[in-house]
């Protein structure tokens, strides 16, 4: 009886983030029971014929699928953290517009660029910063905490991609950056009315 009323009590309040979360768990757990043959598969992108059925489940599968359990506890933390409040402010369809957006565009750019496989949901989390920092953006003006997250998180970024030699995709981080930098000034910069004459 006190399982049944928490379970009613219990609010499925991000749709978007909390279907995103639960995919790519299972994306995870499956990758792990395959010996990372699904995660290859399915949730990887790289070079490969587009004459292929799976060439296009990669282009955007790519950010379910995650190395191991520290890669998807670091990514989906923040994700869980303020894609929540992202997904109330813009909704639903803008959030998973902005989501699909990212995972095409770093999926096409790493099959250009790089002949190595790229898979995690960095760039998305990199997009989410940048675009909760226009949330409060005003008419003619541009938030400092705009310009620190600029500075902390692509600049870091941009030494790490010159001077690292990790596995991470720096790149990927950056062009998430990008579109969510992108998506809030479009989202947020108020229009200018048309002067009637």
């Known amino acids: 009886m006190w399982g049944d009323f928490m379970f009613k009590k219990i609010h499925y309040n991000a749709p978007i983030i909390l279907t995103f979360t639960v995919l790519s768990f299972a994306a995870l757990l499956l990758g792990q029971w395959t010996k990372m043959f699904t995660t290859s598969l399915l949730f990887s992108v790289y070079?490969?014929?587009?004459?292929?059925?799976?060439?296009?489940?990669?282009?955007?599968?790519?950010?379910?699928?995650?190395?191991?359990?520290?890669?998807?506890?670091?990514?989906?933390?923040l994700i869980l953290l303020i894609g929540p409040i992202l997904e109330e402010k813009y909704g639903s369809r803008n959030i998973l517009f902005m989501i699909l957006f990212t995972a095409f565009i770093t999926g096409i750019i790493n099959i250009?660029?790089?002949?190595?496989?790229?898979?995690?949901?960095?760039?998305?989390?990199?997009?989410?910063?940048?675009?909760?920092?226009?949330?409060?953006?005003?008419e003619g003006t541009i938030p400092l905490t705009l310009i620190l997250v600029v500075i902390i998180f692509m600049g870091k970024e941009i030494m790490n991609g010159l001077f690292a030699k990790d596995q991470i995709s720096q790149l990927t981080h950056i062009i998430g950056g990008l579109c969510g930098g992108i998506f809030g000034y479009k989202i947020n910069t108020p229009k200018k009315e048309s002067s009637s004459l």
Request: glycine fraction near 6%.
């Open 112 to 138: 250009m660029f790089f002949n190595s496989a790229l898979l995690g949901a960095s760039g998305i989390v990199f997009m989410l910063i940048l675009l909760s920092s226009f949330a409060n953006i005003q």
């Open 47 to 77: 070079r490969s014929s587009p004459k292929s059925f799976f060439f296009y489940i990669r282009l955007f599968g790519h950010i379910l699928g995650h190395a191991n359990w520290e890669h998807f506890i670091n990514n989906f933390l």
